[in-house]
């Protein structure tokens, strides 16, 4: 079992950063992969990025990929996405979710753990 809990959401202008964080609590974090996804209004849920058990392997949506980056530090239990230049088309809840296996998947039913997200806001 694995409880997750986001924070570091906020407003931002168009251009700035942002750096989330989830705290995982349960022995098995460090055997899963991580994965952060987003919803905005009105919209599905997304998938933005991954990283394996281990932190060697890093996937990214298209959409993000060069402005955002996933890490975890297994020793805190956590994992963070670090996010750059950011468009108002990032404006959503973006969810921390935690895999079934220890290789990262982009589909939310790979996920057995979510927490309840974290609200980012992106001003024009």
């Known amino acids: 079992q694995v409880q997750l809990v986001e924070s570091g959401g906020g407003l931002v202008q168009a251009g700035g950063s942002l750096k989330l964080s989830c705290a995982a609590s349960g022995r098995t974090f460090s055997s899963v992969a991580m994965g952060w996804f987003r919803q905005a209004p009105g919209k599905e849920r997304e998938f933005v990025a991954a990283?394996?058990?281990?932190?060697?392997?890093?996937y990214y949506a298209d959409s993000v990929k060069g402005r955002f980056t996933i890490s975890r530090d297994n020793a805190k239990n956590a994992v963070y996405l670090q996010l750059n230049i950011l468009k108002p088309e990032d404006t959503a809840v973006y969810y921390c979710?935690?895999?079934?296996?220890?290789?990262?998947?982009?589909?939310?039913?790979?996920?057995?753990?979510w927490g309840q997200g974290t609200q980012v806001t992106v001003s024009s």
């Open positions: 979710a935690g895999s079934r296996r220890n290789v990262p998947a982009r589909t939310p039913p790979e996920y057995a753990y």
């Open positions: 990283i394996s058990a281990g932190g060697s392997i890093t």
